[in-house]
C-alpha cells in the first residue's frame, strides 16, 4: 500500500492524529504560513475514489459557509502528488467519545460549559441552513477549559423547508446509529430537529457514559430509536438532574415535531437549568 508521502506542498506532515476510514487528520507545520495546522487527507489506497472526493470537496464547501467560534476553521483545499486534502485551524484536543471513555465524572465540572457551546455550534450551522447529520461524541474535540470545536461536516444537507419536506427528494438514511432520529433512520426529509434528536442522544451519553440505546445487531439498535421508550439516564447517573431528564425526553422525542422547535429553543432551557447535582469531579 502506497505511504502518506511527508510533505504535502507547502506542508510538513509532523504526527497522525486521528482517522477514520478512509482519511487521516495530521498535524502540519504550514512553510507558508509559518505554524502548525491541521490536515484531512484521503489516504493513498483512495485517492482516486470519486465519492470520497465529492465528500471532501462538499465538507470543504459546508465549512466555508460557517464562522464561529466553536466550529473548526477550513482554510484551503488542495491536492499533491495525487493526494486531495483539507487545511485547516489545528486544535489539539482529543474527542469527547476519548473522554468519556475515560469516564464521564471527569467531564463533569466542565460539562456545562461543553454542551452549551455544542449547541451553539449546531444553532450557527442550523442558520446556515445546513442539518449536519452526523452529531456524535467523536465529532466534537474538547479543550481541558470546555472549549469546544465541532468538526467533521462531510455529511452535512441542506436543511428541508415546509415544500421540501412534502416534495423534496428524500435524503439517503446516512449517519452513525447511535445518534440517528427515527426520521433520519427512515430516510425521511431532514430539518434541525433531526440534530437537536442526536445531541439528545450525545447529552444522554455524556451523563451516563454510554447512548441511550444499546443493542446487539445494527438493526436492533435503529429499531430501538424509532420505538423503544426514552430510558432515565438518573436510573444511570444519580447525579444528573430532574431537570437533565426531562430535557433529554423531549430531545429523544419519537416524533420530530414534539421536540424542541430548535436549538435557540435548547439554550434557553440550558440556560435555565442544572445538569448535575454536583458539578465536581469524583
Known amino acids: 500500500m502506497a505511504r502518506i508521502p511527508e510533505r504535502l506542498g507547502s506542508l510538513k506532515l509532523v504526527r497522525q492524529i486521528g482517522k477514520g476510514r478512509h482519511c487521516q487528520i495530521w498535524e502540519a507545520e504550514d512553510g507558508a504560513a509559518a505554524r502548525p495546522v491541521a490536515v484531512k487527507l484521503i489516504v493513498p489506497a483512495m485517492a482516486g475514489d470519486a465519492p470520497q472526493r465529492k465528500l471532501l470537496a462538499h465538507e470543504f464547501k459546508v465549512a466555508r459557509t460557517l464562522e464561529h467560534p466553536t466550529i ?6 488542495a491536492e499533491d502528488d495525487g493526494i486531495p486534502y ?3 485551524e489545528l486544535f489539539p484536543h482529543p474527542n469527547l467519545k476519548q473522554q468519556i471513555a475515560e469516564g464521564v465524572e471527569k467531564l463533569a465540572p466542565r460539562l456545562q460549559r461543553i454542551i452549551t457551546e455544542i449547541a451553539l455550534a449546531l444553532d450557527h450551522v442550523h442558520a446556515r441552513g445546513w442539518v449536519h447529520r452526523d452529531v456524535k461524541p467523536d465529532n466534537v474535540l474538547a479543550a481541558p477549559d470546555g472549549q469546544v470545536k465541532l468538526i467533521d461536516m462531510e455529511l452535512a444537507a ?5 415544500l421540501g419536506m412534502l416534495f423534496g427528494p428524500k435524503p439517503p438514511a446516512q449517519g452513525t446509529p447511535s445518534y440517528m432520529s427515527p426520521e433520519q433512520i427512515r430516510g425521511q426529509t431532514l430539518t434541525a430537529r433531526s440534530d437537536i434528536y442526536a445531541f439528545g442522544c450525545m447529552l444522554f451519553e ?7 440505546y444499546t443493542a446487539a445487531t445494527a438493526n436492533e439498535l435503529l429499531n430501538k430509536h424509532v420505538s423503544a421508550p426514552v430510558p432515565s439516564v438518573q436510573t444511570i447517573n444519580r447525579n444528573a438532574t430532574t431537570s437533565v431528564s426531562e430535557l433529554l425526553r423531549q430531545l429523544l422525542a419519537k416524533k420530530a415535531s414534539a421536540r424542541p422547535g430548535s436549538m435557540q429553543a435548547v439554550l434557553q432551557q440550558l440556560r435555565t437549568i442544572r445538569l448535575l447535582e454536583r458539578a465536581t469531579a469524583g
Open 72 to 77: 473548526i476553521r477550513m482554510e484551503r483545499t
Open 86 to 88: 483539507l487545511v485547516m
Open 158 to 162: 441542506r436543511a428541508s423547508g415546509p
Open 206 to 212: 455524556m451523563l451516563a457514559g454510554k447512548p441511550p
